[in-house]
């Protein structure tokens, strides 16, 4: 057995893209950290938003993948119960949690800084939905895609979708705040 078998090199080239895409947004909020800095609770609202995607789109792709696994899920995007319950679930799970993260980030602003600028909680969940749109359909699709190349979606997945996740969060937070500026 060697040991570059197939799930080492799914497991190496998921982590060599994740590091790549973790550079490509830091550098984009680099970019844009100068729009960002402008309002004070970005700073409460960034980690945890920045968490809330590859937690939720990882969770749906493994819920997929082993939907296909055990073969109650069919190898092709259908119009099956279960997955678009799962599909609906991540959704509004993720919509609750930018709300909550957007009331949290309102208050210790409010509170430490005496700002009122409810305005980020609109901000927290445009950005949410722009970025759920984004990362849900990545999530869908590509462990469809892998599982039918014979690839185990587990091993990939998890670091591609925080790294398309934290790339479409930063975007849709900077998108977000044009919105409602």
């Given at each position: 057995m060697s040991i570059f078998d197939k799930d080492f090199n799914e497991i190496l080239s998921g982590q060599i893209l994740s590091l790549i895409g973790g550079l490509a947004a830091g550098i984009l909020l680099a970019i844009y950290t100068d729009n960002l800095l402008l309002v004070p609770a970005m700073f409460i609202l960034?980690?945890?938003?920045?968490?809330l995607r590859g937690n939720?789109?990882?969770?749906?792709?493994?819920?997929?993948?082993?939907?296909?696994?055990?073969?109650?899920?069919?190898?092709?995007?259908?119009?099956?119960?279960?997955l678009r319950g799962n599909i609906v679930a991540s959704f509004v799970l993720s919509i609750l949690i930018c709300a909550l993260l957007g009331v949290l980030a309102f208050l210790v602003e409010y509170v430490i800084f005496h700002i009122s600028f409810p305005e980020?909680?609109?901000?927290?969940?445009?950005?949410?939905?722009?970025?759920?749109?984004?990362?849900?359909?990545?999530?869908?699709?590509?462990?469809?895609?892998?599982?039918?190349?014979?690839?185990?979606?587990?091993?990939?997945m998890g670091s591609f979708l925080t790294t398309v996740g934290d790339i479409a969060s930063v975007l849709s937070l900077i998108l977000a705040m044009v919105i409602v500026a």
């Open positions: 960034i980690p945890g938003f920045f968490e939720i789109s990882g969770s749906l792709s493994a819920r997929i993948s082993s939907g296909l696994f055990l073969g109650v899920i069919k190898p092709k995007i259908s119009n099956s119960d279960l980020i909680i609109l901000i927290s969940v445009i950005a949410g939905l722009i970025a759920n749109f984004v990362t849900i359909i990545f999530s869908v699709c590509l462990t469809f895609y892998l599982f039918n190349k014979g690839h185990d979606p587990n091993n990939i």
